[in-house]
Every structure is written in structure tokens, then in C-alpha cells.
């Protein structure tokens, strides 16, 4: 139930707003009665209720008073004023504080309802959206437990000395890791066109679900890469994609691709952006940005020491009939 406090200096308004008021069916307890906005004030400063209906204008605090300390300190507390015919004008002015309704006298009891109604389902809609985001979060902590409790098991299983032979399922005899490394050399080429965009390699196969142990992080990490290709990766981003900790997910990887995540990530980078220059018009710039990159400068450093020349002139001896292989 939600809760709700009334102020005005006139006896008479105040008590047919306690008494005729069904607040209880309307989803309130009536916190407090006071005939003056100094008592609003008070019940702001200890706990704040849900809902004020106040007279606008009172002998030392005025509703409009109370409505510059709710919006002043940025409280959640709604209101209703109540004015008079000549008074009209003062409410409008309680827009800028974020008021939205005012009522003029004699208070007509329905019109007050249906605002108390309308206020109640605008408090029901934020208390839904309060409660859905607390349980989303919820949900979020439980799954980081969870994959916290699998990547200690399986730093377990690492320090006993190798995995279980059935915590990894494979139909090769091989070891999973020496696969893996060979299925990710070299990166995958993208498609051609303007609009090329980096597919995924023919030779991945679908991932096994599961605890920590079953999952390749590699051909998953890869797949990420490729859907993210035009953004800047880092190996934070990846490593909270997959629940787990930045230096654990560089340590797996490491140890089943042999390969440094940042230099791999820039290699894949710099695969695509060979195929973006061999095969379409796309200018330098904005190749540069297809691969994530918001400094032309640096693209074409990376791209150098990836193929020992400048974007343009790899372009050029494509072009001419050569192959990257030369590179």
C-alpha cells in the first residue's frame, strides 16, 4: 500500500479530504493531516510518502512551497494541489516544479478520485519496472556465481594436471586445444562486395553447452570477434561476454590458440581489411572504420607490419593480379 499525507488551513477541506476520501480502496494509508505545509515538511525530511494533496496557498508554508523542496531535492513524492478560482494562475506556475495536477475549489470529490487513481497506476508502473530490474539483476549475479563456481572447478582440474577425459566431449582423437589452434589459422575471410561482411568459417561446428570445461573458448571467442569485427574489442569486453574474469579467459586462450588475444584480434582485423582493399572500391578511410578503427594513421601502421605494405599499394598489386600469399 502506498502512502499519503493532505494539508490545507481550512478545517473543513481537511477533514472531507480524510473523511470522504476512501483512501484504502484507492491503495493508500493516510500518513498525516496538517493544516499548515510546515507538518509536509517534516514528513519529507523523515520519510517522504508517495502522495501529497495540499492546499496551494497556506498561512506560513504554501503547497507551492512544498512542491519546490520535493522537486528541489529531487524526491519521488507526487502531488495534487488544490486551488482557488483566483488562484489559478499560481498553480500553472507549479508546472516548473514538476507538478501535473492541481484541483480548484469547491474540490469536487469524483475529479479528486479519478487524480488519485491515475497516480496510483503511475506508481504501480514504476514499483513493475523497480521489481523487474531488481530480479533481472538478481538473475545477472546468480549466472556470474555460477560461472565463478565453474572457472574454479576448472582451475582445479588444471592445477590437478589435465582434464577428465569425460569433461571434454570431441569425436577426434586429438587434443581439443591442438585442434582448435590449427581450425584458427588463418582468420576467416570475409565476403565480397561494398557491403562485405566478415562470415564465419566453414570448418566451425556447433559448440557443446554445459559446464565451463566443454567450451571452446577459442572458436567462440572467434565468432565474436567476427560479429564485432567493426567495433573496438578488447579483451575485458569478450572476457564479461562469457562471465569470466579477464586474466582467466587470457590464460585459456592463450594456452589453446598459442596466440596473444590482442595480436589475434588484430590479425583477424587486418585479414578482413586485405579483403575490403582486394575486393571492393571502399575507400581507405573507410575500411579503416569497417574494421574498428577511428585513426587512419594507425590503421595503416597496423596494416604495414601485418603485410609489409601500406593499404593502398596492397591494393594496387591485387589489383594487378597478385595474391596474398606474396605478402
Known amino acids: 500500500m502506498y502512502r499519503a499525507a493532505i494539508a490545507d488551513d481550512e478545517i473543513g477541506i481537511r477533514e472531507g479530504l480524510r473523511e470522504l476520501v476512501d483512501w484504502n480502496s484507492l491503495g493508500f494509508s493516510l500518513e498525516g493531516t496538517f493544516e499548515d505545509g510546515e507538518g509536509l515538511l517534516s514528513l519529507l525530511a523523515r520519510n517522504p510518502p508517495d502522495l501529497i494533496v495540499?492546499?496551494?496557498r497556506m498561512n506560513r508554508v504554501s503547497g507551492l512551497d512544498v512542491s519546490r523542496c520535493i522537486s528541489e531535492n529531487n524526491l519521488p513524492t507526487k502531488v495534487i494541489l488544490i486551488s482557488g478560482y483566483k488562484e489559478a494562475d499560481?498553480?500553472?506556475s507549479a508546472i516548473k516544479y514538476g507538478v501535473k495536477d492541481y484541483i480548484l475549489k469547491p474540490v469536487d470529490l469524483d475529479e479528486l478520485t479519478?487524480?488519485?487513481k491515475k497516480i496510483r497506476a503511475e506508481l504501480d508502473e514504476k514499483t513493475l519496472l523497480s521489481h523487474q530490474e531488481s530480479a533481472l539483476k538478481q538473475a545477472r549475479n546468480d549466472m556470474r556465481n555460477m560461472m565463478q563456481l565453474l572457472q574454479n572447478a576448472a582451475l582445479l582440474y588444471e592445477n590437478m594436471g589435465a582434464f577428465p577425459d569425460d569433461c571434454v566431449k570431441t569425436d577426434s582423437p586429438e587434443p581439443k586445444a591442438e585442434s582448435t589452434a590449427e581450425n584458427m589459422q588463418p582468420c576467416p575471410e570475409s565476403s565480397t562486395g561494398?557491403?562485405?561482411?566478415?562470415p564465419l568459417?566453414?570448418?566451425?561446428?556447433?559448440?557443446?553447452?554445459?559446464p565451463v570445461m566443454e567450451v571452446d573458448f577459442a572458436l567462440?571467442?572467434?565468432e565474436y570477434i567476427q560479429k564485432h569485427i567493426g567495433e573496438d574489442i578488447s579483451l575485458e569486453d569478450v572476457a564479461e561476454h562469457f562471465y569470466l574474469s579477464s586474466s582467466?579467459?587470457?590464460r585459456i586462450f592463450k594456452a589453446q590458440t598459442g596466440e596473444n588475444?590482442?595480436?589475434f584480434v588484430s590479425r583477424c582485423k587486418m585479414d578482413y581489411a586485405a579483403k575490403l582493399l582486394a575486393e571492393t572500391d571502399l575507400k581507405i578511410y573507410d575500411v579503416c572504420e569497417r574494421t574498428g578503427y577511428r585513426s587512419l594513421r594507425h590503421f595503416n601502421k597496423l596494416f604495414k607490419a601485418h603485410t609489409g605494405v601500406q593499404p593502398s599499394i596492397y591494393r594496387q598489386r591485387m589489383r594487378m593480379g597478385g595474391n596474398d600469399h606474396e605478402f
Open 54 to 56: 495540499t492546499d496551494i
Open 90 to 92: 499560481l498553480a500553472m
Open 114 to 116: 479519478s487524480r488519485i
Open 194 to 198: 561494398s557491403s562485405a561482411e566478415p
Open 201 to 210: 568459417s566453414g570448418n566451425t561446428e556447433p559448440l557443446p553447452e554445459g
Open 220 to 222: 567462440r571467442t572467434r
Open 248 to 250: 582467466y579467459f587470457s
Open 261 to 263: 588475444f590482442v595480436r
